[in-house]
């Protein structure tokens, strides 16, 4: 019996240790056979890529007829980047045409070289727009008998960067316009004037003023002071923290006049606008298109604009208007958005609500004519009054903003009400209970935000009827600017 079951053993061990040895010698194959099918050719024919955003016929890159004639050693990139385009060959994308280094959009063409300055094809949408609603506000100050007593609509572009949308208010704005473009980057001043000379524009020159000495702006304390005091403490540990130098903008040696029809400067936007305001040479129109936050250009272009002026304002840090981050936001703009379905409407309502509170301080008011968000950016067209007892209508406008944390319940109310007959604002007198009404969970407490209408139906009636006459306004983006306004606001 003891023999037997030896040998049981052994036969099992030996079948084991045979099953391990083929078991190796298997996997030896398996990967052999990968390597082997590595090598060859692909048993089928690669995938077609992802059609490319891109031009066909990317700038400075030859064309597509040239790259496959090259032979394959010279297609690498930087023999590539070195042909240029043929000046006579032109593509289209959509909505822009590009020839060359030339870029058609609109009636402006422009000269925008890769590398050089900012050109963002993303925002012909947002210009297109902006020429639309332009030319709809003058058919108001039409209607209502006030236009500019100087016959010209005076349209400060406050970041012009490559200067598209100056030139393209200047040739596509129905009414006589005189454009202050401004950019604070020496460079984009530069590719500002080449365009301007380009689109047959004149256009006067104003730097700023000459440093004398070199002073440095301390961020920790928002004064000026000079270079030598800071440099034995940039490296000072204040509040926890290093303090921070940079240098401080120089304002404008003389700043453009009305008798100027166009003009090109370099220059702190909101040094600009307050410059413009103590001279008294305000702007019937401020566009201002940072790229992030237009929180800190809100009281210059206040000041700058004149009463019954147009804001056009866009912000493009959705990230932290819709609640991901209520420090910035209350920072930027005095409120704190809520993480909800809703969150870009209130993006576009903290943005207003902050512009609306920051005029009241001012003895102004405003008007929402027309605000939206799409892609990555909000837009508000803002026209802006001077009332000096505004203030209380204001705040009857702004109030807190509640949502429930399970469903998708919401209500608010403002801090003030005016009732009937009176013309001061009382205080708002309303009961808000914790708990949801409608499922009993919690409620968030979010805002303030501006409550009443974001869009005014009168004028954007007035643009749609802008759009309609083609032989006034062609818009490369023309179908998505009419869905966008036929489309209904769905506001809180």
């Not at 316009?177 to 590719?191: M, P, T």
């Amino acid at each position: 019996t003891t023999s037997s079951k030896r040998s049981k053993t052994r036969r099992e061990s030996l079948l084991i240790s045979n099953d391990s040895s083929s078991l190796v010698s298997s996997s030896k194959m398996v990967a052999l056979s990968l390597t082997t099918t590595s090598r060859r050719s692909p048993p089928f024919p690669p995938l077609p890529l992802k059609p490319s955003t891109t031009p066909p016929f990317p700038r400075n890159h030859a064309t597509s007829t040239q790259l496959n004639s090259t032979p394959p050693s010279s297609m690498d990139t930087k023999s590539t980047a070195s042909v240029p385009s043929p000046p006579t060959l032109s593509t289209s994308t959509g909505s822009v045409i590009y020839e060359g280094d030339y870029i058609h959009e609109g009636k402006a063409v422009v000269v925008v070289k890769e590398g050089e300055v900012f050109y963002n094809e993303a925002q012909v949408f947002n210009r297109d727009m902006s020429v639309a609603v332009c030319n709809a506000y003058v058919d108001l100050l039409k209607s209502e008998n006030s236009l500019p007593s100087g016959g010209r609509l005076r349209v400060l572009d406050a970041m012009s960067a490559s200067g598209i949308r100056s030139v393209r208010y200047t040739k596509e704005i129905d009414y006589p316009v005189s454009v202050v473009a401004n950019d604070l980057d020496k460079g984009a001043v530069e590719s500002i004037k080449v365009n301007f000379a380009r689109n047959g524009m004149e256009a006067a020159s104003f730097p700023p003023v000459a440093a004398e000495t070199d002073e440095v702006e301390a961020e920790d304390e928002g004064v000026s002071i000079s270079a030598e005091s800071v440099e034995g403490e940039k490296n000072e540990e204040k509040g926890g923290r290093k303090r921070r130098a940079r240098k401080a903008p120089r304002p404008l040696a003389e700043i453009p006049s009305s008798d100027d029809h166009n003009a090109v400067c370099s220059a702190d936007a909101n040094q600009l606008m307050i410059q413009h305001a103590w001279a008294g040479q305000r702007f019937h129109v401020i566009d201002i298109d940072p790229y992030g936050t237009c929180g800190p250009f809100l009281d210059a272009a206040l000041q700058a604009v004149e009463g019954g002026g147009l804001l056009c304002i866009t912000s493009t840090d959705m990230y932290t208007l819709c609640g991901y981050s209520g420090t910035a936001a209350y920072q930027r703009y005095d409120a704190v958005p809520l993480k909800a379905e809703n969150s870009h409407e209130q993006a576009i309502r903290i943005v207003l609500g902050s512009l609306a509170r920051k005029a009241a301080a001012r003895n102004m008011s405003i008007e929402p004519l027309l605000s939206f968000r799409v892609d990555f950016y909000l837009r508000c067209f803002v026209r802006v009054r001077l009332q000096p007892n505004g203030a209380g209508l204001i705040v009857a406008k702004n109030g807190p903003f509640y949502q429930c944390v399970s469903c998708t319940y919401h209500t608010s109310y403002p801090f003030l009400e005016i009732k009937a007959g009176q013309s001061t604002a009382h205080p708002k007198d309303r009961k808000h209970t914790e708990n949801c009404p409608v499922c009993s969970s919690k409620m968030k407490m979010g805002g303030p935000l501006w409550l009443a209408p974001i869009v005014s139906r009168r004028f954007v009636h007035l643009v749609k009827g802008v759009i309609a006459e083609e032989q006034r306004l062609k818009l490369q983006t023309v179908s998505r600017v009419s869905s966008m306004l036929d489309t209904p606001s769905k506001q809180l």
